[in-house]
């Protein structure tokens, strides 16, 4: 049975699509005032890979000029989700694990932490790891995890929407993975257990 989680915050805890308003609105508006060096279709484009892709894996890919980007990044940094989130509609599958659960997420500290704060689950978790993808990755971090506590890596599962992220370096650690795939976007994805929804979560974890 696996009784400690390192679970993903971002499409997995909640969906951005659903809160898209609250947690990207002033973000668009903001983008919009600057010359990001792209199209507009791009930058459409760029929109919807922002609710599913960390920041600046995004603007590299498409190609925002780095002139602009220390503004930006500034912006980010003193970013903060300011209004109530929803957590998905399968969040209560999470919440009854027996055990201990960590966040692990990818992108800015303080709107990290306040989107947490807005998801109103603080207190469901004993941890909360951000990481600054610019300096480390989640593989790093779930390595200082199970060193600081001396975990087993048998007891752990790793929940997470992204499989070049979380499940990948999941695997890569021996750990097993449970990848959320709502839109089957990584069908050939290797992963431990899988589901569109989380509803065999705990059968994955066996409890």
Known sequence: MKHIF???????????KANEEQLMGELYRFLEKLDLGISKEDFQLAKQEMLRTPFLKM????????????????YLENREVTKPLKPSNDYHHI?????RKFIVTAGFRKQQISKIKML??????????????SITNKKKIF???????????????????DAESEIKFGLELGIS??????ENLHPNAETTFRGNDLSNLHTAAGQ
């Open 95 to 99: 919440k009854s694990l027996t055990g």
């Open 59 to 74: 603007a590299k890919k498409y190609g925002f000029k780095q002139e602009v980007m220390p503004e930006i990044i500034s």
């Open 120 to 133: 109103g689950i603080t207190d469901d978790f004993e941890e909360v790891h951000v990481v600054d993808v």
């Open 143 to 161: 390595e200082m995890l199970i060193d600081r506590h001396h975990f087993n890596k048998e007891d752990i599962l790793i929940i997470g929407d």
């Open 177 to 182: 993975t449970f990848l959320l795939d709502p």
């Open 6 to 16: 390192f679970i993903d915050l971002d499409n997995t805890i909640y969906f951005a």
